[in-house]
């Protein structure tokens, strides 16, 4: 199932700098969508999600951005900061369905 | 913040044996969902539940799984009968309305189970 994926296993960026980290999906039935934090041995975190009437939506140092044509969203961070240092997910719905489908994840490290 | 716990955080079986996870949504959220993250792969749903019943379950979810909401607050997702491939780490989550329409779904932190 590669209905959502994230192409990037893993990131590194300095701390302050800009964190961009990507996603693509192929179900045009998708019409929410979610990225999620995840530390090891911790349950998802919900960070920041946009819905497909949106191109963005902002949330302090949290921008997602949704470019519907391409089938793609994206999340920056900034500034990054150390305790940023995670594995994120991205997470697509359909109208209609319950389930939500996830990518593989990127693991971001932040650089001090 | 209320949130979603779950119990046990690990659980060791024996193959063949049956387990039982457990979970607490958060008190106002009506629908509630079980994934499961093996070693290494993508998080997966397993099922969702709304009011007492079943409301959509994936491939995986076969007649070995069950759920369950056995009193006003808890969940439980039962596996009748451990397989080796059933090692993975199972999440518990919620949301106040039905996810497909646009409401976020919150996380426990996980069960890990192993069979051995």
């Known amino acids: 199932d590669q209905q959502v994926k994230q192409n990037s296993p893993s990131l590194s960026v300095q701390e302050g700098r800009i964190s961009i980290l990507n996603c693509d999906y192929t179900?045009?039935?998708?019409?929410?969508f979610l990225w999620y934090k995840k530390y090891p041995a911790e349950g998802p975190t919900f960070l920041i999600s946009?819905?497909?009437?949106?191109d963005k939506n902002e949330d302090g140092r949290f921008t997602v951005f949704l470019n519907k044509s391409a089938k793609h969203l994206s999340l920056h961070i900034v500034p990054s900061q150390p305790g940023d240092s995670a594995v994120y997910f991205c997470a697509a719905s359909a109208r209609g369905a319950q389930k939500l489908v996830f990518g593989q994840g990127t693991r971001l490290t932040i650089n001090p | 913040e209320p949130e979603v716990t779950q119990t046990p955080s690990h659980q060791v079986t024996q193959m063949g044996q049956e387990v039982i996870l457990r979970c607490v949504p958060i008190?106002?959220?009506?629908?509630f969902y079980w994934y499961r993250q093996i070693l290494g792969q993508k998080v997966e749903f397993l099922v969702s539940f709304y009011n007492n019943e079943i409301s959509e379950k994936s491939e995986i979810f076969d007649d070995q799984f069950s759920v369950e909401r056995p009193d006003g607050s808890n969940f439980t997702l039962k596996i009748r009968s451990t397989k080796l491939e059933d090692s993975a780490m199972y999440f518990c989550?919620?949301?106040?309305?039905?996810?497909?329409?646009?409401?976020?779904?919150?996380f426990g932190p996980g069960t890990r189970l192993l069979v051995l």
């Open positions: 008190s106002n959220h009506l629908y």
């Open positions: 989550a919620s949301s106040e309305l039905l996810a497909g329409a646009g409401e976020t779904q919150y």
């Open positions: 179900n045009s039935m998708f019409d929410y």
């Open positions: 946009i819905s497909s009437i949106k």
